[in-house]
């Protein structure tokens, strides 16, 4: 059985917003406003920079909502029934994810590491039976990045800054972030420098663990000798993450050219 | 009138009929199936090669097809083939002499095809002319210029030009042009220039933005912001980037210099002779 005041900082779930009053849901900066109007729901996301980044807030049966900010991005979904429910499903992002620690790590040979690295979050929203996404969007939106060896060659991802954590206690839990485990395994004569992590997120599951924290399944990391690196993303939740149940299926389907490839396409 | 009919009744011999009848059949069935033959040629050749090359190939199927479905329709109907292929041979003589710059153009689309410098949808400038890649066929490429107006573009004059093609990679850089006061420090404003970089999702963090310090110009030190975007996003951040860095600036009270004229007097010393005019 879960302590539901720990699971304080669940936002995602199913809700009842009924017509004319809408919800607020508050993820760390972000804030998620959800008005239901006679056949047709109004999402509007914004920020509030001043907030913490491990707050969540959720504020349901709101009769007149707040203005929305300048910058605030609204849509309108139109629907020809009249549920009320609206379910938010936490996913991983929609491209890779590059993975940039805050100082360079050095693997030494014949050795073996686990990072603790966190990358952002999307919200899908859903309402009606059978369910229809209304949006698929990031909580935060991560800045672009470009991963390879020139500017002809490589692949656009979004951009992620981590210190790249050793130890399962020291993970700062995010609410509009996931957490994955990459063991690093070095098989080469030279020390491997991490700069840069290619994580191919869209590849990966999404678990909530029994805590309400968020992690994808873990990665192993093997780099050769030959300058090839094999890739490996290991089924069902991390043990860290304990009594865990999957949230969100992978977006693509992993095939062995994401799992076998040049070194340089996943570190730099 | 009954000359006229003798000899219609005289040259419809049932034989004749039925020639008719058969080259018709021949003609009307050939195009059908060179159609539908084309329709699924271009299926199967857009899943392997791009949507120009798949469209050229199959136009030139289609007539070469449609050349054969009508030979044989005269044949059936009774010509001497190499009569029609020597007249035929005369004729594309006196017609290839006679269009030149066409077949010129059909080489030169060929080539294209080949080189595939473009595709439909590109952004490209060629002599001066910008816009999106519209069609491209074997006679011309047709562009469609940001103020939405067509301009074809013959093959030879893009082989013979230089051609520019803004989406050719999937990333681009946004050159930014900035001129601050000579007061100002440079690297406060390299970093704020950074920072502004830093904040837009829309700029891209590798590669890294590029910060030149272009020289001393007349009125301001000239400096340069390159920032990198993904194709698409290339007019949003062009605009959104120069907004930030006025804002910026204005916050951090960086002045933007514009030209200033100095009125010189003919004196070093002398001030400026100013006169009040009274009502």
């Not at chain 2, 050159?175 to 100002?184: R, T």
Request: hydrophobic share 40%; aromatic share 8%; proline share 6%.
């Amino acid at each position: 059985m879960t302590d539901n005041s720990s699971r304080k900082h669940v936002w995602w779930g199913a809700f009842s917003v009924p017509e004319n009053q809408s919800g607020r849901w508050c993820i760390g900066p972000a804030i998620l406003t959800i008005s239901h109007l006679k056949n047709e729901w109004t999402v509007a996301c914004d920020t509030a920079q001043e907030a913490a980044e491990n707050f969540v807030e959720i504020a349901l049966g709101i009769e007149q909502p707040e203005e929305t900010g300048p910058k605030a991005q609204v849509a309108r979904f139109c629907l020809s029934h009249a549920g009320n429910t609206l379910v938010l499903t936490p996913a991983l992002a929609d491209r890779s994810v590059v993975i940039r620690t805050e100082k360079p790590l050095h693997v030494l040979p014949a050795q073996e590491v686990k990072l603790y690295v966190s990358s952002p979050l999307w919200v899908r929203i859903e309402t009606g039976d059978p369910r229809l996404i209304m949006q698929d969007i990031p909580v935060i939106r991560p800045s672009d990045t470009w991963f390879g060896t020139s500017t002809i060659e490589g692949e656009l991802c979004y951009a992620n800054r981590v210190y790249g954590r050793l130890s399962i206690e020291e993970i700062i839990y995010r609410p509009h972030r996931a957490i994955t485990p990459v063991l690093l395994r070095n098989h080469g004569k030279e020390p491997l420098l991490l700069e840069r992590l290619n994580l191919p997120v869209p590849y990966l599951s999404l678990y909530e663990s029994g805590e309400g924290y968020l992690w994808t399944q873990s990665i192993t990391l093997d780099a050769g000798a030959d300058n090839k690196a094999g890739l490996e993303l290991k089924k069902g939740p991390p043990k860290e993450a304990k009594g865990s149940k999957l949230i969100s299926e992978p977006r693509n389907k992993a095939d062995k050219s994401i799992l076998s490839r040049a070194l340089k396409s996943i570190i730099s | 009138m009954t000359e006229s009919l003798s000899w219609l009744t005289d040259f419809l011999t049932p034989e004749r009929v039925v020639s008719l009848v058969r080259a018709a059949v021949i003609l009307a069935i050939g195009i059908i199936v060179t159609k539908l033959l084309c329709v699924y040629l271009e299926k199967i050749l857009k899943k392997r090669t791009s949507p120009q090359q798949a469209k050229t190939f199959c136009k030139i199927s289609y007539y070469l097809i449609l050349t054969l479905v009508a030979v044989s329709a005269l044949r059936e109907l009774g010509f001497n083939l190499s009569i029609l292929l020597g007249a035929a041979g005369i004729l594309t003589v006196a017609i290839g002499f006679a269009s030149q710059t066409s077949a010129s153009n059909i080489i030169s689309g060929l080539f294209l095809l080949m080189d595939r410098p473009f595709q439909i949808g590109d952004v490209i400038e060629v002599g001066g002319t910008m816009g999106f890649v519209n069609e491209v066929e074997l006679l011309s490429v047709k562009l469609r210029t940001f103020q939405n107006a067509l301009v074809r573009i013959p093959n030879e004059d893009i082989i013979k030009n230089q051609v520019k093609n803004f989406t050719f990679y999937p990333i681009r850089r946004i050159d930014i042009e900035v001129g601050v006061a000579y007061k100002e420090d440079i690297a406060k404003v390299r970093d704020l220039l950074k920072e502004v970089a830093d904040s837009n999702p829309l700029c891209l963090e590798e590669p890294a933005p590029l910060f030149v310090y272009k020289g001393y110009g007349n009125s301001s030190l000239d400096l340069m912001l390159g920032v990198w975007v993904k194709k698409e996003n290339f007019l949003l951040l062009t605009n959104s980037i120069k907004d930030e860095i006025k804002v910026a600036f204005d916050k951090n009270g960086i002045e933007i210099p514009f030209p200033h004229i100095s009125v010189y007097t003919g004196s070093v010393t002398d001030p400026f002779p100013v006169t009040v005019a009274k009502n």
